[in-house]
């Protein structure tokens, strides 16, 4: 238990690190990263957890996939940081006010006396040889098909929502059209000139 | 000598005991990595150069051979020139973002029946996790160094390598049917049989999807827009200079090695010997029948088999235009790929013999 | 391996039949041009037409779950689903010129839509967070799409990004909620849920969680004070998106509401009474008030859709089996007058003449005595004034309420009625007393001419005979 304990706070301690940098940061591609770095530590914290598929997913999806786009749009935006400043002082107190309730209630809602291993048993332990994709894939496609199968309709939607939103001909945007390149003639393009010699001046 | 090692060893807490065999483990694989990253940037040269009538390096050693060795050399002497108005962490850190899943991945991959580091139930999606971090390096790179030739480069690149994922992903799906597990090891058993038994045959557009996509991924010819020498001068890293260039070097062509051997494990039967389902008697011959068996020897043939093809591809194919790319991951690959996954689905669940009907 | 066994598919028959269907209306659109295009029309409306007939041949009075307890199908899920499809038809057959006048009849306006009534059917069916949670983004991502389908308008993008960035926040409300009572509770059945509430004493933290849910129940609702994109997106989109906006999602918002706190959390009833109260009584008076002040109807419409919905949560914050039906009478009132109402806004309007302005309607008496007669109905329903289906609704939920013992809660309704039928009474002024500006009778099609008279004379007759469908309401709602 030693061990685990160590590597479980040395993670804890970079998520809410990266947490805190990404929002006190003030360049914005930094703050992704700081995201990024975020997701990476919950994944080890999901391995402890021996939740290795979800821990996988999370690097493999959020970090691999997501986060890349948004770090690419965020270093295309050039977002002025002081504008966003504006106002800082004056929305101050009400934030507070909002951040201190918040954490109030986060403390009533997930406080240490609900937690511990005298409330709630610890996770099984399991051998090796176990297969936690396989036990998800199974209770994924039997017990839980019908969420499964509406999540895959609402991506469907969003496709088409993005597409329609997106996808549109632009009478102004010159295009190259290789067809039409290699279709041209001669004719089209060179007039064959006559004209006598003219004397030199 | 040895027993005093040993003796030194045992003394030690078990945890750190297990933490120094990891760690020997990862030498005895990245060392030898290593030293073929630095003969594979001599073989490109000396194999582009036959292809072009050239001789190639010839200088450095007998034939050229210790040319890798005084590049490194020459590289690590170089003055690393950090560009002004660069943001000088980020600047560092990219190369080693762009090593270090290159290395990583590596943990999983089996070079025989078990002579593998990391024997995890999810080795494939460990590999794809890994591998997908690997794109950090390009864009940190690019947008690090405040330089618009960078930058474009790596707006090409995370485009490219995010959308060729996608498409690799779908391959990788269909292996993963087709062997019922996720790890490397029982995916190359469950090949086992004779050469119609790997997985080519019956996932061959997933295959040479696959293959095209990790060229795809690897950011060489003829996908190298990220580079694209004459648009880009460089592309992501035109302002990087000495060791930091020789990283994203040497983790460009690591990430080579590394895509040609995922493609021996999943589609060309890894360690299996294309000679198997001949009869007992052959392998028994001395010498000959050890050679004709199943041996890591085959994994390191079959690889190298894939590395020529990398350089052969960037000796003779010009370079694609970007929307090109762009068209056929996105237009050609992925319907592909969804296609076959479907037949594929089918061909699982009828067992078709000789590779299905198994389970 | 789980021992599994396979669920009993007969119950969601008619989301099984849609969803085909829409998948196939999103595939014959890739082949269709834009002269082409009805052909999308129509199978968009056979879809609704098989999906009604289905779900009219499968219907019972019992109440069967499966896949594993997420999915519930009872009468009451039964006669609002009808309803939905209902509703989106008389959508479809509106928007259809009103689409087409302006560039925008795409096939994707028919596949969102039934992907949205899909959303709804999965609502309506819900019984687990799980599905109530994923019925609701389904339904609300086709809308932020549909609201936004006129891109080059900036108005409409506008509305987009409103709703869009408030309803995630409002869905965001809804999830934390729904982990806080997760967490206590360990149950995301409703059923099982609530069967812990009943057992044990109530919790503090449940009231926490509640307050959250009730939040994003009254985001999808409108009710003040979380109406603000309401008027802004009712405004800002394409009138026939306004139109889908306003009618059939009331309906499957009205069972979110309650699947959630009647289904799973009556136990609480005291807590969220005080909630609802609080929801009640400023939306009937926010939304009467500020649509006075409106000159143009569609925001107007907006206002009174607040209001309405103040009455709608007036019926269910009595907590008894008839203040329910009673409350879901509302509900399919509104819908109707709803439809009527923005029908006749498209009616009016032509290409480059939208006929949101209150004073487009000045004199449409004179120019058109029968659509000037079906306006009459429309707006006296809304405005409550007897015979029509409005005054039945409003009377019904107020009984409710006084049988309940909240007389006060009553006066208040009544006094907010009187002062919202102002405006309504302001529009048949303007109708049948001033003078038309333009003297050109109207021009559509004759489906649509056909159906708005048949909108309103539903209106009329289930005012004269309104019992029938109150009994149903009553029969369906669960005790």
Redesign the interface.
């Known amino acids: 238990m030693g061990t685990e304990k160590i590597i479980f706070y040395i993670f804890a301690f970079i998520v809410v690190f990266g947490a805190t940098m990404v929002i006190s940061v003030r360049n914005p591609v930094k703050a992704a990263l700081y995201l990024v770095l975020t997701f990476f530590a919950s994944a080890a914290i999901w391995l402890l957890l021996e939740a290795e598929f979800l821990a996988i997913v999370l690097v493999l999806v959020y970090v691999g996939a997501v986060m890349v786009l948004f770090v690419f749009v965020v270093m295309m935006l050039d977002i002025n940081v002081a504008r966003l400043k504006e106002g800082f002082i004056r929305y101050l107190p009400l934030g507070i006010g909002v951040a201190v309730l918040m954490a109030v209630m986060m403390i009533m809602v997930v406080g240490p006396e609900y937690f511990g291993l005298d409330k709630i048993a610890a996770p099984e332990r399991h051998g090796a040889d176990y297969n936690n994709i396989r036990e998800i894939g199974g209770i994924l496609y039997t017990v839980y098909v019908y969420p499964f199968e509406i999540a895959a309709v609402i991506l469907l939607v969003a496709i088409v929502a993005a597409i329609v939103l997106t996808l549109r001909r632009r009478p102004n945007t010159r295009q190259q059209r290789p067809e039409e390149q290699i279709a041209v003639k001669r004719g089209e393009r060179v007039r064959m000139v006559k004209m006598s010699a003219e004397e030199r001046k | 000598m040895i027993e005093w090692i040993q003796s030194v060893f045992s003394i030690l807490p078990e945890a750190l005991q297990t933490l120094v065999v990891i760690l020997l483990k990862i030498v005895a694989i990245v060392l030898p990595l290593m030293l073929c990253v630095a003969y594979l940037t001599y073989a490109e040269r000396k194999i582009i150069g036959a292809m072009q009538v050239r001789l190639g390096p010839t200088r450095v050693g007998p034939r050229g051979l210790l040319q890798p060795i005084a590049d490194a050399v020459k590289l690590m002497f170089k003055e690393i020139v950090i560009p002004a108005g660069a943001n000088k962490l980020l600047f560092i850190i990219a190369p080693i973002l762009s090593i270090g899943p290159a290395l990583a991945a590596w943990a999983v991959i089996p070079f025989d029946v078990e002579l593998v580091l990391a024997d995890i139930n999810a080795g494939l999606l460990y590999v794809l996790a890994v591998t997908s971090i690997g794109v950090y390096g390009v864009i940190i790179a690019g947008w690090a160094s405040n330089s618009k030739y960078a930058l474009l480069g790596t707006m090409r690149a995370a485009a490219q390598i995010v959308s060729y994922e996608i498409a690799m992903g779908f391959a990788l799906v269909g292996v993963l049917m087709a062997s019922g597990s996720l790890n490397l090891g029982e995916i190359v058993a469950a090949q086992s049989g004779s050469f119609f038994h790997w997985f080519w045959l019956p996932l061959l557009p997933l295959f040479f999807i696959y293959f095209i996509s990790a060229v795809a991924e690897t950011n060489r010819a003829p996908f190298d827009v990220a580079e694209g020498e004459s648009e880009l001068v460089a592309g992501f890293h035109v302002e990087y200079s000495g060791m930091v260039f020789a990283v994203f070097f040497l983790a460009e062509y690591a990430n080579m090695i590394l895509v040609s051997g995922l493609a021996v494990i999943m589609f060309l039967g890894g360690w299996l010997s294309p000679f198997q389902g001949l009869p007992q008697a052959v392998f028994s011959i001395p010498l000959l029948g050890a050679v004709l068996d199943n041996g890591i020897h085959w994994f390191l043939i079959k690889i190298s088999v894939f590395l020529f093809l990398f350089l052969w591809f960037r000796a003779t194919f010009p370079r694609y235009r970007y929307d090109q790319i762009m068209r056929l991951g996105w237009k050609v690959f992925i319907p592909v790929t969804i296609v076959w996954l479907l037949l594929l689905g089918v061909a699982v669940l009828a067992g078709l013999p000789p590779w299905f009907d198994a389970v | ?2 021992n ?1 066994q396979l ?1 009993d598919f007969s119950p ?1 028959l008619p989301e099984m039949f849609l ?1 085909g269907m829409t998948c196939i209306v ?1 595939i014959v659109d890739l082949f269709l041009n834009d002269r082409t295009r009805l052909v999308t029309y129509f199978l968009a409306q056979v879809a609704l037409l098989g999906t009604l007939m289905i779900t009219l041949n499968t219907v019972s009075l019992d109440v069967q779950t499966t ?2 307890g ?2 519930i199908r009872d009468p009451m899920s039964d006669v609002l689903k009808i309803a939905v499809y209902t509703a989106a038809f008389v959508t479809f057959l509106y928007a259809k010129d009103y689409l087409r006048d302006r560039g925008i009849l ?1 096939g ?1 306006f028919y ?2 839509g039934l ?1 949205g009534v ?1 959303g709804m059917m ?1 609502l309506i069916s819900a019984h ?1 967070f ?2 109530v949670y ?2 609701l ?2 339904l609300s ?2 809308m ?2 549909m609201v ?2 006129q ?1 080059d308008s900036a108005v409409a993008s506008e509305a987009a990004m409103k709703y869009f960035i408030l309803g995630a926040i409002a869905s965001g409300m809804l999830l934390y909620g729904m982990s ?1 009572i997760y ?1 206590i509770t360990g149950s995301l059945d409703l059923s099982e849920m609530a069967a812990q509430i009943s057992t044990q004493k109530s919790h ?2 449940m009231a ?1 969680g509640l307050v959250f849910m009730i939040v994003g129940i009254a985001f999808k609702l409108g009710a003040v004070p979380f109406h603000m994109w309401l008027p802004d997106v009712y405004h800002g989109a394409p009138t026939a998106v306004t139109l889908y906006i306003a009618s059939a999602p009331k309906i499957a918002a009205f069972a979110m509401l309650m699947r959630l706190l009647i289904d799973g959390l009556y136990g609480m009833h005291e807590q969220w009474q005080g909630i609802l109260i609080i929801l009640a009584v400023l939306s009937m008076g926010v939304g009467n008030i500020l649509a006075i002040a409106q000159t143009n109807i569609k925001r107007m419409l907006a206002y009174s859709t607040i209001s309405h919905v103040g009455f709608l949560i007036l019926g269910a914050l009595t907590g008894t089996q008839n203040g329910f039906a009673a409350s879901m009478f509302y509900t399919l009132s509104y819908v109707l007058m709803a439809l009527g109402g923005f029908g006749m806004i498209i009616l009016m309007s032509r290409k480059g003449f939208e006929a949101d302005k209150l004073e487009d309607y000045k004199g449409l008496n004179q120019r058109s005595p029968w659509y000037a007669l079906m306006m009459l109905i429309l707006m006296f329903s809304m405005a409550g004034v007897p015979p029509f289906l409005g005054f039945w609704a409003k009377l019904a939920v107020l009984e409710e309420v006084v049988a309940a013992g909240h007389v006060w809660l009553a006066i208040v309704g009544v006094i907010f009625s009187i002062i919202g039928a102002f405006y309504y009474i302001r529009v048949v002024k303007l109708m049948y007393f001033d003078k038309a500006d333009v003297s050109e009778p109207l021009s559509s099609s004759l489906d649509m001419r056909l159906m708005i008279s048949l909108n309103s004379l539903a209106v009329l007759f289930l005012g004269i005979f309104p019992s029938g469908m109150l009994n149903m309401c009553l029969l369906s709602v669960p005790g």
Request: hydrophobic share 70%; no cysteine; proline share 3%.
């Open positions: 391996m789980i599994f669920p969601a969803l999103l896949f594993s997420v999915f795409k994707e596949v969102l992907f899909l999965v687990n799980l599905t994923l019925g983004e389904l991502l086709s932020y799409a936004a389908l891109r806080i967490g503090i933290l926490f």
